[in-house]
């Protein structure tokens, strides 16, 4: 090792590219390598998303289809199962309420819970829930529990 055979570490050093437009005795210069005219020839050209080459995109080619209804209020359901579940791993004792649900990750802070009913449920517990189905209101309640609209 001597002062002859020095180099920098691999990776170390990054080449910085050819400098483009930068005139015509550079070889890069004119039209900067962009070819002649059109649009990604133009400064401040960015691609549509789905852009096709000027092709009918698919999004336009393929027919609008159904019904979206803007009032629909969409809830994340809970079964009566899962809550069995919770008390046999003993994650809850005998209050279920939104916070709960929240904090083991089966609802997100902003969703609407709804008790479903499947599955049974053998422990005595006082959930509370924002709707309840039917058979999820009477399988708590067959339990001895209290079913607590919010």
């Not at 008390?87 to 969703?111: C, P, Q, R, Y």
Request: a positive charge; charged letters at 25%; aromatic letters at 4%.
């Amino acid at each position: 090792m001597d002062l002859s055979n020095l180099k920098p570490a691999e990776g170390s050093v990054k080449s910085q590219g050819k400098r483009v437009g930068r005139g015509q005795g550079s070889g890069k210069g004119g039209t900067a390598t962009r070819g002649h005219k059109g649009a990604k020839s133009r400064s401040g050209y960015s691609k549509k998303l789905g852009f096709e080459g000027g092709q009918m995109p698919l999004q336009r080619r393929v027919p609008k289809y159904g019904f979206k209804n803007i009032n629909r209020v969409a809830y994340q359901g809970v079964n009566v199962d899962t809550l069995q579940q919770l008390v046999d791993d003993k994650k809850i004792k005998d209050t279920v309420d939104f916070e709960t649900i929240v904090s083991l990750g089966l609802a997100g802070k902003n969703d609407l819970v709804k008790i479903l009913g499947r599955g049974e449920l053998k422990a005595k517990l006082t959930v509370t829930a924002h709707k309840f189905t039917a058979t999820a209101k009477a399988a708590i309640e067959a339990a001895g529990g209290e079913a607590v609209t919010l």
